[in-house]
């Protein structure tokens, strides 16, 4: 059959076969595939949408075409988690090290930030030193040595992804639910991990901003993880504020430092131990999420999580020393603040324009290969249900021009709602997918 005909196939809504889709990554990794043909196919996909088997053929298939990771030498379960994106979100980067220190090996392949949302990789890029471009001999050898490693896309992993992620972007077919769910989990599943635990956001900070939708996103992602025999739990998560206090690249990274040392917002810290407890049950180290979570909060008191991250970080490359005074020193020393016009409660904040601010502020790109400040970023200092009173601070803006402070106090003025009737506290951990 030609592509021509899978087109076709695809546009009147039948269902292909594992070899068409097979055919047709292959071709288009290949380059024997034009863009403009496999444009047509993508928006053929977006309004048929595809059936389970299709995507789990797809999201194979993109997997398969490049360098597959291939970890069963290493003994032990290999389980991995997954965000879908959203404003402080950091989790990842203390739930490695923290997961890790209870001996589950943790192969984590993450992302760079684009458009509202940070990257796990830029933010541990902030960190002097710290490599994620790894080969994947360096990425096998940190999880065989130290239990754990993150790191970035190598473009020779799933090729295929990359080409069809950056013209998804540019024919309007980004929000296609298999599209989103194959891109995903070709990219986790290629690390040869054993289980995948998700964190689906939903809210003014993520990207399905509806519940419905990150419904059905975390369903597709969990029948795809079974379909390819590889156990999958999905938790959707609040993202109608920013997780925890800090918004950035170095910013995090300290909230980072002091949550691994036990002195974590309870937000941060919640969602973590959950996320890790769930792992914990995949990696059958317990069975009981209860005793996982207490084993986890007893690694972060004991400091064993923090000695699991600089670890990760002189494996790496990064300067471990740094850590100590991260805070101090690589964070901008420029520092504003957004101050409440009046006496009342913090009613709802827009987490999508605190997602920006930070960008403008130099935190983020607007496309791919854009330089960012690793220095700057935001502090929340008042989250929904705060009581607040006129002229209280409700953000701290680190900046590197004034320009730039003031365009971004401009936007969290516009994000912050505040009433004179108390706000309901959003629950952080709306629904447990399996």
């Not at 977006?46 to 069963?72: H, K, P, R």
């Not at 760079?112 to 030193?129: A, M, Q, V, W």
């Not at 096998?140 to 790191?151: L, P």
Request: a neutral charge; one cysteine or more.
């Amino acid at each position: 059959m030609s592509f021509v005909d899978i087109i076709r196939k695809k546009r009147n809504g039948k269902e292909l076969t594992q070899e068409e889709i097979s055919c047709l990554i292959q071709d288009y990794t290949n380059q024997k595939i034009p863009d403009y043909q496999m444009s047509a196919f993508l928006v053929a996909v977006y309004f048929q949408g595809m059936s389970a088997n299709e995507t789990v053929w797809l999201t194979e298939a993109i997997m398969c075409s490049g360098e597959v990771i291939d970890l069963s030498s290493i003994p032990g379960k290999k389980i991995d988690k997954h965000s879908t994106g959203g404003v402080g979100d950091k989790v990842s980067i203390v739930l490695a090290p923290l997961v890790a220190s209870l001996g589950i090996k943790v192969p984590m392949i993450a992302g760079r930030g684009l458009g509202h949302t940070g990257g796990t990789i830029d933010k541990l890029e902030s960190i002097p030193g710290f490599r994620t471009n790894l080969s994947t001999a360096e990425f096998k050898e940190n999880v065989a040595d130290i239990g754990v490693c993150i790191a970035s896309q190598s473009e020779a992993i799933t090729p295929a992804e990359s080409r069809l992620y950056a013209l998804r972007d540019v024919t309007g077919t980004v929000e296609s639910i298999p599209l989103i769910v194959s891109s995903i989990m070709a990219k986790k599943l290629v690390a040869g991990i054993d289980g995948l635990v998700l964190d689906v956001k939903t809210g003014s900070g993520a990207f399905m901003k509806e519940y419905d939708k990150a419904h059905s996103l975390a369903k597709a992602m969990i029948e795809i993880g079974k379909g390819m025999g590889k156990p999958t739990i999905a938790l959707i998560t609040d993202m109608n504020q920013p997780l925890g206090k800090m918004v950035g690249n170095a910013t995090e990274i300290a909230e980072c430092i002091d949550t691994l040392k036990g002195k974590g917002p309870p937000d941060l810290i919640e969602l973590t131990i959950l996320l890790g407890a769930y792992m914990l049950i995949l990696a059958d180290i317990y069975s009981d999420l209860e005793a996982g979570k207490k084993a986890l909060r007893k690694m972060l008191q004991n400091g064993k999580a923090y000695e699991k991250f600089k670890a990760i970080v002189s494996k790496q490359g990064g300067d471990t020393a740094s850590l100590e005074t991260f805070k101090e020193t690589a964070i901008s020393k420029k520092s504003c603040e957004v101050l409440c016009d009046t006496d009342g409660y913090v009613h709802s904040i827009d987490t999508f324009k605190i997602g920006i601010a930070s960008n403008i502020l130099g935190a983020g790109r607007k496309k791919l290969g854009d330089k960012i400040d690793y220095s700057v970023g935001i502090e929340v200092l008042a989250k929904i249900g705060a009581k607040v009173t006129k002229d209280q601070p409700l953000a701290r803006l680190f900046y590197a021009n004034e320009t730039s402070c003031t365009q971004a106090k401009g936007l969290i003025k516009e994000a912050y709602k505040v009433s004179a009737q108390k706000a309901s506290i959003p629950v952080l951990i709306q629904h447990v997918m399996k």
